[in-house]
């Protein structure tokens, strides 16, 4: 067994996955006042969001919440990538009348920074996560020297050992069922994601920091098998996603409703970066992985186009409607009613 992850001081051991998109604050809020901990995405925030946020948060939870940034690496647009892309792209841009010259190809995902640091210290969070690796060392230096807990996702036994050997305090273990984008880092390689009953042991057994077991567990009996297999507790995003507390749109609703929500694909023509989410029009067309996606971040803006004029006519075609493969817990009842029912496993 894992040690206890006593050091985030939950009365239940349930963390609530960020899901930038379809969330904010009040989701965090509303699972952490219940003894669980609520995430808070801030990847595509801008620091006077972030600021504005936590402002929200140290008025209405005196609960730790952790506070969720992307690692990547920050590239220069690639004007040929975009051409290409565009070229991929160009039936559906004729077939929704979208001038591509007015499509602006700026993005909102900011990797953390020393400006983001700036914004917590203010706050002196207690918890912070981190998705795609790790910033550099002297930015995770700063952030323990107020207290905090660090944690990162890792989808392979080498970046669990990364993590630990990184200062991280607590290594999220994130299974091949997870929804939404895939924490790899030290490899771009699909194949070597595995799901998350074969990598929750694995990495138990070769760290000695507490591990979360996130991917697939969506109800009680999902809680159980991972703390059977040495997790120290639980991370789950998909089941809250009909909760009230989110912004998640009436397409993505209604397709966690449907038979559509049976099939879920690991894409990255969404963003330039592999995520799962309901198979839809764009995947089937594109392809689930296309070569010719440019890197991350800089498929958004183009995707964003078609999927406004889209979702303008109710279809989903080009929305990216992240889950996890198992979306049996999606429940329309408030996060904290479906936090205490999730906690009855323990």
Known sequence: MNPPINLLNLNIPIIQAPMAGVQGSQLA????NTGAMGSLPCAMLTLEQLHQELITI???????????FFCHKKTQLDDSEQVIWFQKLQPFFDEYKIDTHHINLETNRQPFSQAHVDVLAE????????????PEPHLIEQLKSWGATILSSATTLEEALYLQNHQVDIIIAQ????????????????????????????????VTVPVIAAGGIANAQGIKAAMALGASGVQIGTS??????????LLH????????????????IFTGRPARGIVNK???????????????????????????????KGKNDFTPLWAGQNTSGCTLIPAAELTKLLAKAL
């Open 175 to 206: 299974g091949l069922e997870a929804g939404g984008h895939r924490g790899m880092f030290l490899t771009e390689d699909l194949t070597t994601q595995v799901s998350t009953l074969a990598l929750v042991p694995q990495i138990v057994e070769a």
């Open 29 to 32: 809020i509303a699972v952490s």
């Open 282 to 312: 764009a995947m089937r067309q594109l392809g689930f992985i296309n070569s010719f996606t440019p890197s991350f971040p800089y498929a958004t803006p183009t995707m964003s186009a078609l999927r406004k004029e889209a979702e303008a």
């Open 240 to 249: 809250y996603l009909l909760c009230p507390e989110t912004n998640t749109s």
């Open 123 to 134: 706050f002196k969070p207690k918890v912070i996560s981190f998705h795609f690796g790790l």
């Open 58 to 68: 140290e008025h209405e939870s005196k609960n730790p919440i952790n506070l969720n």
């Open 253 to 268: 609703r209604q397709a966690l409703l449907s038979d559509e929500a049976k099939h879920t694909a690991i894409t990255n």
